[in-house]
């Protein structure tokens, strides 16, 4: 039998601004905003302000998945 992890997407977001090193972005989750910044290595794309992205979560794996830009949340 084959086990299939399940992903659970913990925050929606956009970037809001960056620069060589940290990426300043707006995170929302049931009607909340929060700010953070985050390390630009981390982004698995090319960082463009209103980029688009989503913290998701599989067991103990966090990762950050880029939205192309004409699609919906």
């Known amino acids: ?6 992903t659970t997407i913990i925050w929606s977001g ?5 620069d060589n090193d ?3 972005v707006e995170l929302y989750k049931d009607n909340k905003v929060e700010y953070a910044q985050i390390p630009i290595v981390i ?4 960082v463009s ?3 688009r992205f989503l913290f998701k979560k599989s067991e103990d794996i966090f990762q950050i998945e880029c939205i192309e830009s004409n699609a919906a949340f």
């Open 1 to 6: 039998m084959k086990l299939v992890a399940f």
């Open 14 to 18: 956009v970037v809001d601004s960056f």
């Open 22 to 24: 940290w990426v300043f």
């Open 43 to 46: 982004f698995p794309c090319q």
């Open 49 to 51: 302000e209103e980029q």
